[in-house]
């Protein structure tokens, strides 16, 4: 791994200006989800995004 490669659970330098399309890349990448911004001492500090998985409901068939 290369010094810059980073895994997402390590912490990553962002510029203040670049938090933001941090955000839209997550959301845009989503079709249900959560996208979670995490700030300290006004300041962002995390990025947290859940994404969720649904299925189709089918009604039984009847036999």
Do not use: A, C, Y
Request: aromatic share 4%; glycine share 2%.
């Amino acid at each position: 791994m290369n010094k810059h490669s980073k895994t997402s659970s390590e912490p990553q330098r962002i510029d203040e200006d670049r938090w933001l399309e941090v955000v839209r890349q997550h959301v845009d990448s989503l079709r249900f989800g959560v996208v979670q911004i995490v700030v300290h001492d006004s300041r962002v500090t995390q990025i947290e995004r859940t994404e969720r998985v649904r299925f189709d409901k089918h009604p039984l068939e009847k036999l």
